[in-house]
């Protein structure tokens, strides 16, 4: 695997935490060239970039881009090309929640997780995938969620974005199929990253219990693993999708959530 990817030129969103960072650390490690992007204080960005550079002797750019506007994300992809080389992978993976019952989702809310869960995805597409059809070669990967394909309470936009990561991604396998491009949905059950912290906190306070009680609860209540997925395990995931052994995996969903869909 290791071979058929070094070289390769990747972009990931929302890489300087969680999942993103995960899955960053480990295309590196096979020997790709990673334009991170997300937000957060600019010391620890530029660490993780020096860091990742040192560490896997690949080149490691960031982006600042607010991938829910079009014109930053096709600034991010171009920058992708000229400073790295060529745009290969797309990885669609920064994401936002936000719960509330759907008769008092805040208007605003709705809009900005539409903008940064799924609309931010068609433009990495859009924007990427002329570089992929130059090349005759490319792989997009967007991280839905076990949210993709089935609902729970409260999480009216977050589920409406992620089910249409999945709709996109079933298009764009179509429109790409025979290509030598994929395009694959990976979705996760819960990982235990400051996006989930958050939930967890929230159910803490709510229910006067533990930060542990509340964890095996948020478990409990979904994967029947109990266990969090890991950014490593989505990582491993990813090159493999990456990989010359995933070219007919195309316009697929795929799950890595501890038993959560299969209920
Ligand atoms: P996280 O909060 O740790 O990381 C989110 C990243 O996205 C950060 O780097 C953040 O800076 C970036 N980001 C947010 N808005 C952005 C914007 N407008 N422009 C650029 N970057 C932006 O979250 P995470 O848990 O690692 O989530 C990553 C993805 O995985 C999300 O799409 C999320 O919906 C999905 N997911 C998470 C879980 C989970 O249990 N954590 C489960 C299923 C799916």
């Known amino acids: 695997m290791a071979s058929s990817l070094k070289?390769?030129?990747?972009?990931?969103?929302?890489?300087?935490?969680?999942?993103?960072?995960?899955?960053?650390?480990?295309l590196a490690a096979e020997g790709v060239h990673v334009m991170i992007n997300g937000f957060g204080d600019a010391a620890s960005i530029e660490a993780e970039r020096a860091g990742m550079e040192k560490k896997y002797g690949v080149k490691v750019r960031y982006s600042a881009a607010d991938i829910s506007k079009p014109d930053q994300v096709?600034?991010?992809?171009?920058a992708t090309n000229s400073e790295l080389g060529s745009v290969d992978i797309l990885v669609n993976n920064a994401g936002i929640q936000f719960t509330a019952p759907v008769e008092d989702f805040?208007?605003?809310?709705?809009d900005a997780i539409l903008a940064t869960?799924?609309?931010?995805a068609f433009y990495?597409?859009?924007?990427?995938?002329p570089f992929m059809r130059a090349k005759k070669w490319g792989r997009i990967v967007s991280t839905a969620s076990a949210h993709g394909l089935v609902a729970s309470m409260q999480k009216a936009a977050y589920v409406a974005a992620k089910h249409g990561v999945v709709g996109l991604t079933k298009v764009v396998g179509l429109e790409t199929a025979g290509s030598g491009i994929t395009c694959n949905a990976i979705c996760p059950g819960w990982?235990?990253?400051?996006?989930?912290q958050k939930q967890i906190d929230a159910m803490?306070?709510?229910?006067?219990?533990?930060?542990?009680?509340a964890k095996i609860k948020l478990l409990s209540e979904k994967q029947p693993s109990k266990q969090f997925v890991?950014?490593?395990?989505?990582g491993a995931y990813l090159v493999f999708l990456c990989s010359d052994a995933a070219a007919q995996i195309t316009g697929s969903a795929m799950t890595m959530d501890g038993g959560w869909t299969a209920q």
């Not at 096709?74 to 171009?78: G, L, N, V």
């Not at 803490?204 to 009680?213: F, G, L, P, V, Y």
């Open 7 to 26: 070289g390769k030129c990747a972009v990931i969103t929302g890489s300087t935490s969680g999942i993103g960072m995960g899955m960053a650390q480990t």
């Open 74 to 78: 096709e600034a991010m992809i171009k």
């Open 106 to 110: 805040p208007l605003d809310k709705w």
């Open 117 to 120: 869960n799924l609309s931010s």
């Open 124 to 129: 990495g597409i859009k924007y990427a995938l």
């Open 191 to 196: 990982v235990l990253t400051p996006l989930v």
């Open 204 to 213: 803490a306070a709510e229910q006067k219990i533990s930060n542990e009680e």
């Open 230 to 234: 890991t950014p490593e395990e989505l």
